[in-house]
Structures are given as C-alpha cells and as structure tokens.
C-alpha cells in the first residue's frame, strides 16, 4: 500500500501528464501555490519590450484554493494593470460593458495588441466576441473590452470580491491572474 506521501506525488504528477496531454494550463513544471491569495490592492507592472507582444490565447482552470485565467502571448511579456472596478468600460469610447458577477476586475496588458500588422485579429480566446461563463467557484465570467493603441484589456465578473495575484511564465510567454475562492 503507498504511503499519502507516494499517493499526492503520483496525483501530482498524474495531473501535470494530463495538462500537457490536454495542451493545459503549462508545458514546463511551475509548482501551483498552496495558499490562496489574499491582497486586493491593484497589481501593476511595467514593460517595454522591444517588440510589442501579441495576446493569442486565453484560458481558465480550478485549483484547490483559487480560480486561474492564462493569457498567452508572443515574444516577451507585456506589462500589466489588474485592479478591482466598480464598472467595466471599453476602451476608447468608455461604453459601459455589462457582464455576469457581483465584483469586477479589469485586466489590461500594455504594451500589448491582439492583431496583426493587417489588423486581423489574433486572440481565438474565450470573451473575444461575446461573455465566457466558466462557471468556476469565484470567476463567473470574462470579456475582452478592447484592443485599442497598444492595450488589450479583459474584464473578469466575480462571485463575490476576493485576492488575487499575478505573474509570469515564459517557454511559451503567459501572465496568469489568480483569484481565491
């Protein structure tokens, strides 16, 4: 019989062969945090790449103690604000954007473009078009708001208003917001 030490390293790592198989959440090994977050402040940081980095791709995942969305990029990571607002507006003309949740928080990446050089767009993720619904414990929906002279910007509506953090993977280039439960 396998000691609880061998069994969570088997569910472990049982779980990180089916989120690559699944083309998951990470193709390198980036341990999740045990404890949810805790801060509400607003989390900015700031970038200048060289190259002003695409946002291609969006996704969301449960963990044990927080909900998670994933932005891929191109190139190097652009930078980011993440705050809580009471509404979420677009970008350029300010017209209010109305999507499921008690509590919001806008994410917006800059420098940062989800097109081409054609102006076609390059983000296929979830919200681009209409409201995604991950009906996660927190995160209850997401919206692209705009992509707008060199910000891309997302709006998450939220069960109730929780922490959350954000950070950065590389190989491929991704900014990951969490939010507890």
């Known amino acids: 019989m396998p000691t609880i030490a061998q069994r969570r390293r088997l569910a472990g790592l049982l779980t990180a062969v089916s989120l690559v198989a699944a083309g998951g959440l990470a193709t390198e090994t ?3 945090p045990a404890a949810p977050p805790s801060d ?15 946002v291609v791709d969006a996704r969301f995942g449960k963990h044990k103690a927080y909900d998670r969305v994933v932005f891929d990029l191109t190139g190097k990571a652009s930078g980011y604000n993440v705050r809580y607002v009471s509404t ?5 003309s300010g017209k209010k954007v109305t999507i499921p949740g008690k509590k919001f ?14 102006g076609r767009d390059v983000y296929r993720g979830p919200g681009q078009n209409s409201t995604a619904n991950p009906k996660l414990p927190t995160l209850r929906s997401m919206r692209m708001l705009c992509d707008f002279e060199g910000q891309v910007a997302f709006g998450l509506g939220l069960k109730r208003k929780a922490g959350f953090r954000v950070g950065t993977l590389s190989k491929p280039t991704r900014i990951y917001v969490d939010v507890a439960h």
Do not use: F, M, Y
Request: proline share 11%; hydrophobic share 30%; aromatic share 0%.
């Open 40 to 54: 509400t402040s607003p989390k900015v940081k700031t970038r200048n790449p060289a190259k002003i980095p695409r």
């Open 30 to 32: 980036v341990a999740a």
């Open 88 to 92: 979420l507006r677009q970008c350029g």
């Open 105 to 118: 928080l806008s994410i917006t990446l800059e420098p940062a473009q989800a097109h081409d050089n054609k």
